[in-house]
């Protein structure tokens, strides 16, 4: 079973400042998921990456298949931004196949 | 647009009833997951489906039971409700397509709130 491991697993910003959300994991996968939840809500899919780096708007997000990392960048945070946010790797060696979630990180960017 | 539904919202139920959640997605995708979100645990898989008359266990799949009839729906029942049932269910869908294509993203439905009394 793969173990994900998030950090930080809270984190406390001021608007403005750049975020960084870390993701590791034991066993080699394909691609990784980054959701979002805002509280009460729903969650949204952000990226799935197989390699490399994914950038959309202010979000960024980055991959290291060989040392089984990835990160979540935020540039410019802003209040809106304040979620908690997930990592997750499918299983079975497919990219579309059943997740193993992170703890998920509670970001929290105050104005 | 397509999208993926779940109903109720919200439901209370008691100690031994039988319950079931309803997933609707208009996606046409092929793959379903349900999945139960925990304080101090996270998100957890239940059961999954990769195709109709296909379904599979998850890591809590233990008091759970689907049905995969068509394309569109994966209902979940819990058989015997229980307190530790009381949660908030995710229902997901996703196609399957190449390895690492940006298709293969899991939608999520807005989620069901379950108390069991």
């Known amino acids: 079973k793969n173990e994900v491991e998030q950090s930080p697993q809270n984190l406390t910003a001021q608007e403005g400042e750049f975020i960084t959300i870390n993701c590791s994991y034991s066993?080699?996968?394909?691609?990784l998921h980054w959701l979002q939840q805002h509280p009460g809500g729903g969650i949204v899919s952000l990226f799935m990456?197989?390699?490399g780096k994914k950038k959309h708007g202010r979000l960024i997000a980055t991959i290291n298949i060989q040392e089984k990392h990835s990160s979540l960048h935020i540039t410019a945070s802003h209040p809106r931004d304040s979620a908690v946010y997930i990592c997750?790797?499918?299983?079975?060696?497919?990219?579309?196949?059943?997740?193993?979630f992170g703890q998920g990180t509670i970001l929290t960017v105050h104005p | 647009d397509a999208e993926i539904t779940q109903s109720p919202r919200h439901k209370i139920t008691e100690t031994g009833r039988q319950v079931t959640l309803a997933c609707h997605q208009t996606?046409?995708?092929?793959?379903m997951f349900w999945y139960r979100q925990d304080l101090g645990h996270g998100l957890r898989l239940i059961h999954y489906?990769?195709?109709?008359?296909?379904?599979n266990k998850g890591e809590v799949s233990d008091g759970y039971s689907v049905s995969r009839s068509n394309t569109e729906d994966l209902p979940l029942t819990l058989e015997s409700a229980a307190s530790s049932q009381t949660s908030v269910y995710f229902c997901?869908?996703?196609?399957?397509?190449?390895?690492?294509?940006?298709?293969?993203?899991?939608?999520f439905g807005p989620g069901t709130r379950l108390t069991v009394l």
């Open positions: 997901a869908s996703s196609e399957s397509v190449g390895l690492g294509s940006s298709y293969n993203e899991q939608f």
């Open positions: 066993v080699g996968i394909s691609a």
């Open positions: 990456l197989s390699s």
């Open positions: 997750a790797v499918p299983s079975g060696g497919t990219s579309y196949g059943k997740l193993t």
């Open positions: 996606w046409n995708h092929n793959n």
């Open positions: 489906s990769y195709g109709v008359q296909d379904t």
